[in-house]
């Protein structure tokens, strides 16, 4: 069963732009969730999709925003990046209910 | 908000040696999740602790859930160069997959 995978691996971006990163989870899985990890605040709850819906959001700006799509594929878009914005964005995946998530290797933001 | 925080912050040692790891809060969670993370890849889940006082044992990691289940430990017994890596606590609240996360330990294991 192949693991979860995130696409790009690496991204570098300038002050101002946006950019989607894109999550494909474990077949079968029905829930995504989203983290930023960053050197000074570790890892950070971004959000949560189960069936195309948000179920839990954490406490990042409105920039930060995420779809899921039917075959539970999810992107995460940030709008107007910041230099603060660069970091490690790491989904996970699970089967839906408080179970065991798989995380993807990441993608790498460099906001310039 | 919800604070994991993990202690030592550093951590190297020789091949051999025992090594202990904290992680403490002041909420209560309904399990907890201990990880490992290697360089270019993302955590990987090593145990959950669900009961107070509970005691798990995963080879040479033994991993124990606080009484009031707001801490936990990792213990690592005759520690391998392979142990290398950033261990992470995490809590679970309420409904959903919301991990909170620990600061995080960095071990580094030398021959």
């Known amino acids: 069963k192949a693991g979860v995978t995130q696409t790009p691996r690496y991204l570098i971006k300038t002050r101002g732009q946006q950019v989607t990163l894109s999550c494909s989870p474990i077949?079968?899985?029905?829930?995504v969730s989203w983290y930023q990890q960053t050197p000074g605040q570790g890892l950070q709850f971004l959000f949560e999709y189960f069936s195309e819906t948000q179920r839990n959001k954490g406490n990042f700006p409105g920039r930060f925003s995420g779809r899921q799509f039917s075959n539970s594929r999810s992107e995460m878009n940030v709008s107007t990046l910041e230099l603060g914005d660069s970091a490690l964005y790491l989904c996970?995946?699970?089967?839906?209910?408080?179970?065991?998530?798989?995380f993807g290797p990441g993608t790498r933001l460099t906001v310039l | 908000t919800q604070l994991l925080e993990q202690s030592p912050q550093f951590l190297s040692i020789q091949e051999g040696e025992n090594l202990t790891v904290y992680c403490n809060s002041s909420s209560v969670f309904s399990s907890l999740q201990w990880y490992r993370q290697e360089p270019g890849e993302g955590p990987v889940l090593l145990v959950t602790?669900?009961?107070?006082?509970e005691v798990k044992k995963l080879k040479r990691l033994t991993f124990q859930f606080g009484d009031a289940r707001k801490d936990s430990s990792l213990h690592i017994t005759a520690a391998q160069p392979g142990d290398t890596g950033l261990y992470l606590c995490a809590g679970v609240t309420g409904g959903g997959n919301k991990l909170t996360f620990g600061t995080g330990t960095q071990l580094k294991v030398e021959l």
């Open positions: 602790v669900v009961t107070g006082g």
């Open positions: 077949s079968g899985h029905r829930s």
């Open positions: 996970a995946s699970s089967q839906g209910g408080a179970d065991t998530q798989y």
